[in-house]
């Protein structure tokens, strides 16, 4: 389903802050359909398969350790345009130039503690959405 699915990730200080509700409450608001959603916690092996692709770069070393300090909602996300839309709705991965309303302003610190993350592709969308998700997890109409 490539254009209608993305998968986010609400991260360790937004789920420890207790922002998960609220967070979950503006994607359906807008108007996001959620097919598959779990509370997991990723060990420092799963963060770095998952991060794999930033494996050369100079914050995967810090942004895998953040990401399995605590644990993550991941969920998948269906809306026509999915991909673009969610990381449009999201806001900038630096909450500090992240538009007013978006999840980064209102629930971001900084560029790796920025509260959520979004697919930057359908392709990764797909490839993410099966790092999380069996077919028997996904909820389909």
Known sequence: MAGRETLTMI??????????GNILAM??????TIKAIK???LSLH??????????EREFYGPL?????????????LE?????????????????TKAEEGTIRKLFG???????????DS?????????FFFSKMERYYN
Do not use: C
């Open 11 to 20: 991260k360790p200080h937004a789920v420890e802050n207790g922002n998960m």
């Open 39 to 41: 509370m997991v916690k």
């Open 109 to 119: 610190k900084n560029t790796r503690e920025n509260a959520v993350h979004g697919s």
């Open 122 to 130: 359908d392709e990764n969308a797909l490839i993410e959405a099966d």
């Open 64 to 76: 895998t350790e953040f990401m399995s300090n605590g644990p993550i909602i991941a969920a998948i």
């Open 27 to 32: 994607i359906l608001d807008a108007g996001f």
């Open 79 to 95: 809306k026509d345009n999915a991909v673009e839309d969610y990381r449009k709705f999201i806001g900038s991965t630096d909450p």
């Open 46 to 55: 799963q963060a770095k398969e998952f991060y794999k692709i930033h494996e």
